[in-house]
């Protein structure tokens, strides 16, 4: 069974500074897609990065970045120059490229900003 | 702004009503999606839908219900509502296949069941 870990529960970093939150995954297949989600709080979630598995090139989006380790099944956020809006839940996901398929999330991970 | 859309945003009701949270999207995406989450917590899948008249159970067992009769509209329905359906609900939609956007979420419905 396909599996999506995020080992920490909670984070926190300072405002300007630099976070990584990580994810890992289990899977057998090798086409694949991953993705990270942010749920502010008492707001919609929404899609911040994904990353094609096929792809050797990590996704960057503005201060959002993936350290995406394929062999190691790892697939870490990195969020640059910290606001305090990015405090929120942070949800890794999995899905295996085919039709049918759904994402497959982590239980989340809380990042609080401190001013 | 959202292009799937669930009413009521909020909504508190006594123990043994009938309950329907609406979900709806513009989005003509075949599949949609139902998830409960405790506030900061997980989410469970409880139903989905991959096209009209699909219907489908998630992982977390519920006792609520869906219909899929329109291509935009995935009605959640809860015949007899208990306390312990207090949760926020949380509807999505993708296309297929979903790797190009992954899914697009409502923004929840908070209920509590008094």
């Known amino acids: 069974a396909q599996t999506v870990t995020q080992s920490q529960p909670e984070m926190s970093v300072q405002e300007a500074e630099t976070v990584t939150l990580s994810c890992t995954y289990d899977t057998s297949e090798s086409d694949y897609y991953l993705f990270w989600y942010k749920q502010p709080p008492s707001r919609q979630m929404i899609l911040v990065i994904r990353q094609e598995a096929y792809k050797q090139q990590n996704a960057t989006e503005n201060r959002f970045s993936v350290n995406f380790q394929k062999a190691a099944k790892s697939f870490s956020l990195k969020i640059s120059d910290s606001q305090l809006g990015d405090a929120a839940m942070y949800f890794c996901a999995f899905e295996n490229g085919g039709s049918q398929g759904n994402l497959i999330f982590g239980k989340g991970t809380k990042l609080s900003v401190k001013p | 702004e959202a292009d799937i859309y669930q009413t009521p945003r909020y909504l508190v009701i006594g123990t043994g009503k009938k309950i329907t949270l609406e979900c709806s999207q513009t989005m003509g995406h075949d599949k949609m999606y139902w998830y409960q989450q405790d506030p900061g917590m997980e989410l469970h899948l409880i139903h989905y839908s991959y096209g009209v008249n699909s219907t489908e159970k998630g992982d977390l067992s519920s006792e609520s219900t869906v219909s899929r009769i329109r291509t935009e509209h995935f009605p959640l329905t809860l015949e007899s509502a208990r306390p312990s359906h207090t949760s926020q609900y949380l509807c999505?939609?993708?296309?297929?296949?979903?790797?190009?956007?992954?899914?697009?979420f409502g923004s929840g419905t908070r209920l509590t069941v008094v």
């Open positions: 999505a939609s993708s296309e297929s296949p979903l790797a190009n956007y992954g899914y697009t």
